[in-house]
């Protein structure tokens, strides 16, 4: 099946510090790529994966779970930490939760997480109703596009699949019992205003790491997809800086950004 358009993986080669970002559930990379290139553009090493089953149709997501997702994550921080001395994970949303469940799981290997409106649970009565409702109905509304500034879009399913969603319910729950494993720096920065995940998710996170180096930003001008929305450049930005504080090497490799933009490519698999 092929990929919709803006929504392939990108990939670039970088300096000795490498950044793995997830997307979250029923998106694609094209709502984390301006981040990627980004921070490519500084010379980081960037992987920015396309989670099983999203970027074609939502029917392709129905045949996936969270362990599918989670092993193409993993998967890609275990390639980043061949190449590079140091790494970090980032995430928006489920993808935040996908970068939280990488540092409580391989440790000293993940230097720093950033997670933006990262997501804890499924809230209301959908996560009663969905053991039994997914096997009635396929697929209700999709949550994607949920952005302040306008114009912008994100491409993602317009339908949510009841069976990924059900897989998605319980990939929480098993997050939220490993927290407590997360001892890295971390960077939280998220939307007061957020129609797909509730601050209490970022706050349930706050509350549950072992983090000690932990720095909490609200993006006032946003709404779930901040990374397209008003406050991305200062997400950027922010995030940089964070790595820049954690990795020495960042920023002292004459040329290594030029490197990166030259010989770097953006690559469809």
């Known amino acids: 099946m092929p990929v919709l358009p803006g929504a392939e993986p990108f990939r670039r080669e970088g300096g000795e510090v490498g950044v793995l970002l997830c997307h979250g559930f029923t998106g694609s990379p094209q709502s984390l790529r301006p981040w990627a290139e980004f921070l490519a553009e500084r010379g980081l090493t960037v992987a920015l994966p396309l989670l099983p089953g999203h970027g074609t149709r939502w029917e392709d997501m129905q045949l996936t779970g969270w362990q599918d997702w989670y092993a193409e994550v993993d998967r890609e921080l275990r390639a980043l930490k061949d190449r590079c001395d140091q790494v970090f994970v980032l995430g928006l ?6 970068a939280l469940r990488l540092a409580a799981k391989h440790g000293d290997d993940v230097t720093g997480v950033v997670v933006v409106n990262p997501a804890n649970k499924v ?3 959908a996560a009663h109703a969905l053991p039994v409702l997914r096997h009635l109905v396929p697929t209700v509304k999709g949550i994607t596009s949920d952005i302040a500034k306008e114009g912008a879009q994100e491409i993602g ?3 949510v699949p009841l069976h ?13 019992g490993e927290l407590p494993q997360v001892t890295q720096p971390l960077l939280l920065l998220h939307s007061p205003q957020d129609h797909v995940v509730p601050p209490a998710d970022s706050a349930r996170v706050l ?15 946003s709404y779930h997809v901040a990374t397209l929305d008003h406050d991305a450049d200062r997400i950027f930005e922010e995030s940089y800086a964070f790595i820049a504080r954690l990795a ?5 490799e004459p040329g290594t950004g030029q490197l990166g933009q030259q010989e770097g490519t953006a690559t469809g698999g």
């Open 123 to 125: 809230h209301g009565l």
């Open 248 to 252: 020495p090497a960042v920023g002292k």
């Open 93 to 98: 949303s489920m993808g935040g939760t996908l």
């Open 207 to 221: 509350s549950r790491v072992s983090s000690t180096d932990v720095t909490e930003i609200l993006l006032e001008q």
């Open 157 to 159: 399913y317009d339908r």
């Open 164 to 176: 990924a969603a059900h897989s998605m319910r319980n990939f929480y729950r098993q997050v939220d």
